[in-house]
């Protein structure tokens, strides 16, 4: 079995605007695999390999919450499963969880860059407290993002801070930890239980040997494998993750194993 954790799509109606409007935020520098629709992303999957794609829907104004979260439950199924998507600046964050955990959702995403938040913010630990409480997963973008400017609001030393602080809950951070921040990812995570990484943009982008020495720091039992789809090769991110010097079991924990135990997959 092979479980990608981070995936975006759209709706039909949405997903040509908003594919073009992040290719144009991005300045070209990604090209995406597929049209970021429901039936466009399983039919990569299928081509991939994959058998099950975690959807990471992003809330940009509060209110999109809504819309956005009944859209997002809606696409659960034997081959698809989504976070939830919140706007944490207002003061029914509380209320927002609640909804959240009352749908049945497994986690909550946040892009602190397209969200407007430094990620150890004091006011954000609350909010991250809560939805812990509740049992849901909390996963980040984290690091570099080609449609903002250094410095980013993210970073593994800010991860590593809120993980110590908060002792308890599950915090994935997108994109090895720490996009081209990846120098200091094994040294910051290592020890810290519910810290977890995913390998999203991707295994042609950090050199290999920076991934063995983190996995090999924080543990094969911390990595998830996630494409970023549609904005990485999914088939190319698989090849290369197999052709690593990692053992069947590594490779298991990463490619679903994980994935199927934090969120209940049997």
């Not at 809606?74 to 955990?101: C, N, V, Y």
């Not at 993980?163 to 720490?178: S, T, V, W």
């Not at 720091?217 to 549609?230: E, K, R, T």
């Not at 090769?233 to 290369?240: S, T």
Request: proline share 4%; charged share 25%.
């Amino acid at each position: 079995m092979i479980i990608d954790i981070h995936t975006h799509i759209f709706t039909d109606s949405l997903a040509p605007r908003a594919k073009q409007a992040l290719l144009e935020a991005a300045h070209g520098e990604y090209t995406p695999l597929h049209d970021m629709t429901r039936a466009s992303l399983l039919e990569y999957m299928d081509k991939a390999g994959v058998d099950i794609s975690v959807v990471q829907p992003i809330v940009t104004k509060r209110h999109q919450f809504e819309k956005i979260n009944e859209w997002a439950i809606s696409l659960t199924s034997d081959r698809l499963i989504s976070f939830a998507g919140m706007w944490p600046h207002t003061d029914d964050w509380k209320e927002q969880i609640d909804i959240i955990s009352s749908m049945g959702f497994k986690g909550i995403k946040y892009h602190c860059e397209y969200q407007d938040f430094v990620i150890d913010d004091k006011k954000m630990l609350p909010i991250y407290d809560y939805a812990f409480s509740k049992g849901l997963i909390l996963l980040f973008h984290a690091g570099y993002d080609p449609a903002f400017k250094a410095p980013f609001r993210s970073n593994p030393e800010k991860f590593a801070s809120i993980a110590r602080e908060l002792k308890g809950g599950i915090i994935i951070a997108a994109h090895l930890g720490g996009c081209r921040q990846w120098d200091s990812v094994a040294q910051n995570y290592a020890g810290l239980d519910n810290m977890y990484i995913d390998t999203s943009m991707g295994m042609k982008d950090y050199p290999h040997e920076t991934f063995l020495e983190i996995v090999n720091a924080i543990g094969a039992d911390h990595v998830l494998f996630g494409s970023d789809s549609p904005w990485s090769d999914a088939v190319e991110e698989i090849r290369i993750l197999n052709s690593l010097p990692l053992s069947d079991e590594q490779k298991e924990l990463i490619l679903s194993g994980n994935a199927r135990r934090l969120l209940n997959i049997q």
